[in-house]
Structures are given as C-alpha cells and as structure tokens.
C-alpha cells in the first residue's frame, strides 16, 4: 500500500516563475491539504481539497493556488515566484473527516 | 486565532534515558485534536500520537506518552527508554474539530532532540 507521493523531489526556479508541484493521496483517501515549510520553521497550512474544490484556506496570497484531480491527486500552483517561496512543500492526505493526515516526503523548493 | 508554542528549540538525552518536551497551545474551542509528528532528516513527517480533547486518559503509544493539561492547554510528550532512532524534529500540532471537514493543522516551532549515545 503506497503512501502519500509527491514529485518532483527538488526543484529549481528563478524569481518571477511559475511551479506546479504534485501529490497522489495514500490509497483510500480523498482529501488533500498542502503545507509550506520554511527552513527552521513549522508548516504552515495553504489549503486543503476534497471533492475537487478548495474547502479550507490559510493566510497565503493568490500567487498560491491548486486543483484536485477526480483521482483525488492534487496540484500546487505558485505563479510569480518570490525569493521568500524558498520551501520544503509539503502534501497530507486522509479520509474526509477523519482525525489524521498522513504527510508525504515534501518538494524542496529553491528560488532564486 | 489558535497557536502552538513549543519554548525548547533543542533537546538532549542519553540512549536508554527518558526525556520530556513541552507544549503549550491557545484555544477557545473545547473539543480539538492534539499531534506529536516527528520529521527525520529524510523530511518525511510521521505521526507520533495523538490525543482527542474530550478524553481525560492520556494516549500513549508504545514508549511515548502524553500529559494532557486541559485547563493549563498543555500537551507534553515523553519518550521513555530513548533510541537512536528516535533523533529528530518533534512539532507539536492543534486541529480544531468544529467544522466537520476541517483539516488545517497549525503548528508549532518544533524541538529538535538530539539522543547521545
């Protein structure tokens, strides 16, 4: 049973790109959440996806934005790339409602 | 707006020792869930154990326990009988239960243990 994916394992850009980064839930699971994690720091939550729409959001500017795929996979979205993106990304899944979300192993992203 | 604190940015414990860090988290909602994850130098983030609000018991989970301070919002971890393995960051996390659904966990800074062998 495979846990939760994500691709690419690190990535490179320069101020002013665009990234999509990528996530396949653990088996059974339909809801996503994506986290930003900077360095010494805690996650920090973006917004989570179920049923193929944003349900939840944090305090991340529109330049952040995702999709879920019918296959319950999702897509982060970062347009107009920042310096201050420089990140390990991360991606949780779980079954809607339920008390735990399993983390995959994070992108790292470098921008400069 | 709920937050965790974790004051212990690095810990230190002998191999076989027990060792104790510290959470303490704001609320004003009365059922929630509490998280220990760890992350690995590998990235992954693994949850540790868990604990529903409304449960007086403490959860523990093999050589891990919890102390549960409702009314002092305190969350400790305890890791008893400390392994190599056992290295690594350790985030304390909140997640409100309000909203059915509701998935956004906040954490805290994290404590990074070092085990000494």
């Known amino acids: 049973d495979a846990g939760v994916t994500q691709s690419p394992t690190h990535l490179i850009k320069t101020r002013g790109q665009q990234v999509t980064l990528r996530c396949s839930p653990k088996?059974?699971?339909?809801?996503v959440s994506w986290y930003q994690q900077a360095l010494g720091q805690g996650p920090q939550f973006i917004f989570q996806?179920?049923?193929?729409?944003?349900?939840q959001r944090g305090n991340f500017p529109d330049r952040f934005s995702g999709h879920q795929f019918p296959n319950y996979s999702s897509e982060l979205n970062v347009n107009a790339l920042l310096l201050g993106d420089s990140a390990l990304y991360l991606c949780?899944?779980?079954?809607?409602?339920?008390?735990?979300?399993?983390f995959g192993p994070g992108t790292r992203l470098t921008v400069l | 707006a709920q937050t965790v604190t974790q004051s212990q940015p690095e810990m230190s414990v002998q191999e076989a020792e027990t060792v104790t860090l510290s959470c303490t988290y704001d609320?004003?909602?009365?059922?929630?869930?509490l998280f220990w994850y760890k992350q690995p130098p590998s990235r992954q983030m693994i949850l540790v154990i868990r604990?529903?609000?409304?449960?007086?018991q403490n959860a523990t989970e093999n050589r891990f326990s919890v102390n549960f301070q409702k009314a002092a919002k305190s969350f400790s971890l305890k890791i008893s009988d400390s392994q190599l393995g056992d290295a690594a960051m350790y985030f304390c996390?909140?997640?409100?239960?309000?909203?059915?659904?509701?998935?956004?966990?906040?954490f805290g800074t994290g404590t990074r243990l070092t085990i000494i062998p």
């Open positions: 996390a909140y997640r409100a239960t309000s909203n059915f659904g509701n998935e956004k966990l906040t």
């Open positions: 088996s059974g699971h339909d809801t």
């Open positions: 996806y179920y049923e193929e729409e944003e349900r």
């Open positions: 604990q529903e609000a409304y449960k007086q």
């Open positions: 609320t004003s909602e009365s059922d929630y869930y």
């Open positions: 949780a899944s779980s079954r809607w409602g339920s008390r735990t979300q399993y």
